[in-house]
């Protein structure tokens, strides 16, 4: 079983490309059903999906099924291959329905969302300036613990110009994906 280790603090690392990290999944030296990430060249493994997290996920998924607008697509939990050395998997990426889903970079991610529970603090303090880096142009981290959601817009090299936390309540609507894919917290709940 893999699990995570301390950092060796001053040694060298071997940083892995996501072809290195799919060979290694292909030839069974990491399980097929292993949650990583690649960041940097780094293998990240992803916390485990809760209860909450998961009831949340399905309902943006009920959803958006049947608001998205036909020029649009989104997809759940798929992988956003940024560059060689960096792979994602956010909860939800929402792109252009002329752009097929193998070839969508950070640009023509019009909206991402990551449902937090135990991953939190990652989502928070690392991805931010990974997606803004890449273009994506708006980022939502919702807590789901907390009920809250963390909208990070205008992105640039330095992470997001603007955040911004909306309560459940709050209806919150992407400003470069549809409109039609705007809901509040609250409204997950029915």
Request: charged share 30%; aromatic share 6%; glycine share 6%.
């Amino acid at each position: 079983m893999n699990a995570p280790v301390p950092l060796a603090e001053g040694l060298p690392r071997r940083r892995f490309t996501v072809a290195d990290v799919l060979r290694m999944v292909e030839v069974g030296l990491i399980r097929d059903d292993e949650r990583l990430e690649v960041l940097d060249g780094e293998l990240v493994p992803m916390s485990p999906k809760g209860s909450r997290h998961e009831a949340i996920k399905t309902r943006i998924n009920r959803l958006w099924g049947r608001t998205c607008p036909d020029d649009a697509d989104f997809a759940q939990e798929t992988g956003l291959y940024l560059t060689k050395t960096t792979y994602l998997e956010p909860d939800f990426i929402v792109f252009p329905r002329s752009i097929a889903l193998a070839d969508v970079k950070g640009p023509d991610v019009r909206l991402a969302v990551e449902v937090a529970d135990s991953s939190l603090d990652y989502d928070l303090r690392r991805k931010p300036a990974i997606y803004a880096s890449f273009g994506v142009r708006e980022l939502w981290v919702i807590d789901a613990a907390r009920r809250v959601t963390h909208l990070h817009r205008e992105p640039g090299g330095n992470g997001y110009a603007s955040v911004e936390i909306a309560n459940a309540a709050a209806r919150m609507q992407p400003v470069h994906a549809p409109a039609a894919l705007s809901f509040s917290l609250d409204d997950l709940r029915a």
